[in-house]
């Protein structure tokens, strides 16, 4: 194994130390939002107001994707990287002072801490990719194999592990809070990313990702119309899914098909693991040889519509609405993974080379954005209309995703720039 490991690429290798980084930070990020969701709960919190605890978390997210990926031109992703792990290490020391300092101020502020370390690590990790990968097989038009089937492969490989390894991050949150309690366990998280930070300073390149030319602020803002048109859909992808997930479907499953806790959040887990690995495959399932582009985006966010009103109409039926949401969640699950997947490699093929996180930034600002819309609209729309409103506005949002995406131009000559 290690002999292995020796004759690999400098940039192979490199690849597996953000890989490694990358899936170490996700594992505390899923396990601390499974802590916060079952503590507060034992605290007679309501699901919209532990909802509500994640706001700064997605807030600021919108932020730091924003100004991160200007920061890492000037820096490089080394040490915005570096800057990940040491907030989220700082995050989740905050969370284990004891119970009577443990505040609802206070977790706001340390989920805006780690909102700020999660979209930074990611910024970085998914910036990386394009420098990292060799371009002397450019000349092979064999999916896989040219630069555009390896840039495809290892941006689903990175994200898809990512989302699987969150949804074992849920079960590592619960099992560290049955075995250890909440305060014992954000310590034993923090001194494990601690170790990681002191591992990925001695093995990162410095320079990795720092722009030849230093940036200016105001480049932060994308002039290429195919990157703001990509942001957009991606920015509507997003809200289309967290519109009905991440409140008014747990919300539902508890409170109208009667579901225990610790059932809701197990399935939630099962779903994102399960998403991850869809993905991950991703490259397997789609061919991004024979269309362009936009051309397969669109056409997946089409199918994302469809099983949207699908659901809706099932809904109305006369079949069990609890095997109703269940299938229809894990086929959305699925058709969502293969979208988001294709949409991350086209953020990467899009972006400039020097100074690739500026353009990776700006992205994902529309990423978290979505998000962040998405959340609060979750619960505002459930508490008001109910479930059909949540997914009659995620339709239209997937809708508007798959319209957006036909304007973005993927070239040969930006997937090698």
């Not at 495959?281 to 997946?300: D, E």
């Amino acid at each position: 194994m290690l002999n292995k490991l020796q004759t690999l690429s400098s940039e192979v290798k490199q690849y597996l130390v953000i890989t490694a980084n990358y899936w170490a930070f996700t594992l505390t990020d899923g396990a601390l939002r499974m802590l916060v969701v079952l503590y507060f709960h034992q605290l007679g919190y309501s699901p919209l107001a532990i909802a509500m605890l994640f706001l700064f978390y997605e807030f600021f997210g919108v932020v730091t994707n924003l100004v991160g990926g200007w920061l890492g031109a000037r820096i490089g992703l080394n040490r915005t990287m570096q800057i990940g792990l040491v907030l989220q290490v700082a995050a989740l020391a905050m969370l284990s002072v004891p119970d009577q300092y443990l505040t609802v101020v206070l977790v706001m502020a340390a989920q805006a801490l780690s909102g700020i370390a999660k979209d930074l690590n990611k910024m970085s990790a998914k910036s990386s990719i394009k420098a990292l990968i060799p371009k002397d097989s450019g000349q092979n038009e064999q999916q896989g194999t040219s630069f555009e089937g390896k840039l495809f492969r290892w941006v689903a490989l990175l994200t898809g592990s990512k989302n699987t390894l969150k949804g074992i991050g849920f079960f590592l949150g619960g099992a560290l809070l049955t075995l250890l309690g909440f305060q014992s366990a954000m310590l034993a998280m923090a001194s494990a990313l601690f170790l990681v930070v002191i591992a990925s300073q001695l093995l990162l390149k410095k320079d990795l990702g720092k722009a030849k030319n230093k940036p200016k602020f105001n480049d932060i803002f994308s002039k290429s119309a195919s990157l703001n048109y990509l942001s957009a859909a991606r920015l509507c992808l997003f809200a289309a899914r967290d519109v009905w997930f991440v409140v008014a479907i747990p919300v539902f499953f508890v409170s109208e098909l009667a579901w225990q806790h610790h059932h809701v959040g197990l399935f939630m887990a099962l779903w994102v693991i399960g998403y991850g690995i869809v993905q991950a495959l991703s490259p397997k399932l789609v061919n991004l040889s024979t269309k362009p582009v936009h051309a397969v985006a669109s056409q997946w966010g089409g199918m994302l519509t469809l099983s949207v009103i699908a659901l809706m109409i099932a809904l109305n039926s006369e079949i069990s609405v609890t095997w109703v949401l269940v299938i229809g969640l894990l086929f959305f699950g699925a058709v969502f993974a293969i979208n988001s997947a294709v949409h991350s490699y086209a953020i990467v093929a899009l972006a400039k080379e020097d100074g690739v996180s500026i353009d990776v930034g700006f992205y994902y600002m529309a990423n978290a954005m979505g998000r962040l819309l998405g959340t609060i609209f979750s619960g505002l729309m459930y508490q008001q209309y109910g479930l059909m409103a949540c997914l009659v506005a995620s339709s239209v949002l997937a809708g508007l995703a798959a319209l957006l995406v036909t304007q973005v131009k993927v070239t040969d000559e930006a997937v090698t720039a």
